[in-house]
């Protein structure tokens, strides 16, 4: 710098990078070619630069300064957390399994409790057995309203009756009435935020215990944006807010008593930005409703993977997907995070899948070092940016919400649904012509893979198995929201096929331009074998003759003529004809002389605009393969 090195390398201006950029692209659409249009109903273009954070009026502070965009203090440690089902394994089984989490790196444990009953000190006994309460976060989910007081003061008469310090206890109970409205359609209000209110009042000597959860993974689950994931969050918190402090409690104790819990989508660095914005946003509205401290302003932010994202087929890709999604929350700085087993989604993770979810933290921690740095993605151009997109635009479906009487109204009114179906029917649709991508389900699946007999019918199209006893608690006042996977139409798709007792053969008749005849039989292979068809590849055909024979001889359902299109006006029929009625032809693109061989009787084409679930769903029907 001494040496005045840079001076060599004069500034470049941004209509100068522009003018390159236009230039590159050849008379292509700009808007069309680089910018890219979220779900989360903002624009992202391509490059970004100083001059873009000049506006920006979060930056410049430190870590665990308001409006804390930059983490809530001088660390970015997080608790490894992972949780045990009881209704399935019961305490004793669920002590035992913690206990081994614990030895192998979990520092924060989960219990899923029997929604019906509530937990007992006896209970707790054999839970928490050898598990020392100053040292270990444990956490209640699924706390349903009606057994929480009791499940709580349970817990605080086990605590005492160990003689543990009050103020050393870090523990959390997920009551959430506003859960149950969002996934069941169901609400008592007056008497659900009466027993919150009491909650908060049970654990008055716990400083570190929290009791109120808001469960923004919800609207992951359903197929939500990410603005939309954290602006109805932001409602929900806010409506508790309100509802508490009509109950005469403080707002400084409602927001230390309070957690969100966020899902991580695939979007990897937009997951960094929101996480990011969550933190801005909750702080002024905390600050909005009256709050005098700093730490009722930090938003408290349990992580978990997203169970959206995940798949039954081809299930080891989840590990992937998991470990992508543990990053984005870690870089961004949670307060606890949990990797979900790969095989979650499907079955009762197992030691190996549950070691393996462990691992994906102890590496991002211990080779990585992601624990060691703050904020690493502060200052970066496109993260500050994109930070400041979903704040705007999370504000704005947030204020729209309030204006519309709270979450609990929109909800009622089936605004909130209406805004998420809206997005997951996009989502699905791209999914459904290919312009997003499921790896192994809706692109490059693995040929050779065939549905176990665990993989059943109710867990590929989402059905619900369960006999909740809690259903008839309530009168139904509103829709719930649908929770569902984006692979599970794709799956139901394959899995007909598994259980059909046939798989249609699909033979590559390959033929002509050598580089074309290849890709479009890659493209074919990959098209058909979403439907778990078997797939019969080749190099290249002399002949058209030789083609067909092998196509015959071969047993082959479907036929794909794959070549240029400059070749398919005589090719085609040519193979339409010694073909016969043997097999269903195909033809591999959409080419100009489409019409001409529509003329003839050639009727189906497989190519990239196609929307390949409505296709293969007729290539089903056509072969005798019924839908699930």
């Not at 209509?15 to 692209?25: G, H, R, S």
């Not at 100083?50 to 804390?68: C, H, I």
């Not at 909750?282 to 302003?297: M, Q, R």
């Not at 929350?329 to 990797?339: F, K, Q, R, Y």
Request: aromatic share 10%; glycine share 6%; hydrophobic share 40%.
């Amino acid at each position: 710098m001494a040496n005045k090195l840079f001076t060599e390398f004069p500034p470049v201006s941004t209509e100068q990078w522009d003018e390159v950029i236009i230039k590159d692209l050849k008379g292509g659409d700009y808007d069309k070619k680089l910018v890219w249009k979220t779900h989360e109903g903002f624009a992202v273009r391509p490059y970004y630069r100083a001059e873009d954070l000049k506006d920006l009026k979060f930056l410049g502070t430190l870590p665990g300064e308001f409006p804390f965009v930059r983490g809530n203090c001088a660390s970015n440690e997080w608790l490894t957390r992972q949780d045990y089902c009881l209704c399935e394994i019961g305490p004793a089984k669920a002590n035992e399994q913690a206990l081994d989490g614990l030895m192998k790196g979990v520092q924060a444990i989960g219990f899923c409790i029997d929604e019906r009953k509530p937990l007992t000190v006896a209970d707790y006994k054999t839970l928490l057995k050898g598990i020392e309460l100053p040292a270990v976060e444990v956490n209640f989910c699924e706390v349903r309203p009606r057994v929480a007081e009791e499940t709580i003061s349970n817990f605080v008469a086990y605590v005492k009756e160990l003689g543990v310090n009050p103020e050393e206890v870090r523990a959390s109970f997920d009551v959430s009435p506003l859960h149950m409205l969002t996934t069941r359609g169901r609400l008592n209000k007056e008497k659900a935020y009466d027993i919150l209110a009491n909650c908060i009042r049970l654990v008055a000597e716990f400083p570190k215990i929290r009791v109120i959860n808001v469960e923004a993974y919800d609207f992951n689950d359903a197929g939500a944006s990410i603005v939309q994931e954290l602006g109805f969050a932001l409602a929900i918190g806010s409506d508790y807010l309100a509802e508490l402090s009509d109950r005469g409690i403080e707002v400084n104790e409602i927001g230390r008593r309070m957690r969100f819990t966020f899902g991580i989508s695939s979007n990897y660095f937009m997951e960094i930005a929101k996480f990011r914005a969550a933190r801005v946003l909750w702080s002024n509205i905390v600050k909005d409703y009256g709050a005098t401290c700093t730490c009722a302003e930090k938003i408290c932010v349990h992580a978990v993977t997203s169970t959206w994202n995940q798949t039954v087929y081809d299930a080891y890709v989840n590990m992937l997907r998991g470990t992508t999604e543990a990053m984005s929350a870690a870089i961004a700085g949670v307060h606890s995070l949990e990797v979900l087993p790969f095989d979650y989604a499907f079955r009762a993770p197992g030691e190996f899948s549950n070691r393996i979810a462990r691992n994906v933290q102890s590496i991002l921690k211990e080779e990585s070092r992601f624990d060691k740095i703050i904020d690493p993605a502060g200052g970066s151009y496109y993260i500050e940016t994109l930070t400041a997109s979903i704040i705007d635009a999370a504000w704005k479906l947030f204020k729209t919400v309030e204006e519309k009487g709270g979450y609990t109204e929109a909800f009622k009114a089936g605004f909130v649904q209406a805004e998420i179906k809206a997005v997951a029917d996009k989502k699905d649709k791209n999914f459904a012509q290919r312009r997003e991508t499921i790896l192994g389900t809706n692109q490059f699946p693995n040929f050779l893979e065939k549905a176990s007999d665990e993989i059943t019918k109710e867990i590929v199209t989402g059905e619900c198995t369960c006999k909740c006893a809690c259903e008839n608690d309530e009168e139904r006042i509103a829709e719930p929201l649908r929770k569902y996977r984006a692979a599970q139409v794709f799956e139901a798709l394959r899995l007909a096929t598994d259980r059909s007792g046939k798989r249609p053969v699909v033979f590559m008749l390959t033929f002509g331009n050598l580089a074309m005849c290849r890709a479009r039989a890659q493209f074919s292979c990959n098209f058909f074998a979403v439907a778990g068809f078997k797939v019969v590849d080749n190099n290249r055909f002399a002949t058209i003759e030789e083609g067909v024979k092998a196509a015959v001889a071969a047993k082959a359902d479907i036929v794909v003529a794959c070549s240029a299109d400059d070749e398919y006006a005589e090719a085609v029929p040519q193979i339409a004809e010694l073909l016969g009625d043997k097999a269903v032809l195909v033809v591999a693109g959409d080419p100009e002389c489409r019409p001409q061989l529509e003329e003839k009787g050639i009727k189906n084409y497989i190519h990239v605009k196609c929307n390949i679930l409505d296709t293969l769903r007729g290539y089903q029907q056509e072969m005798g393969i019924k839908a699930l």
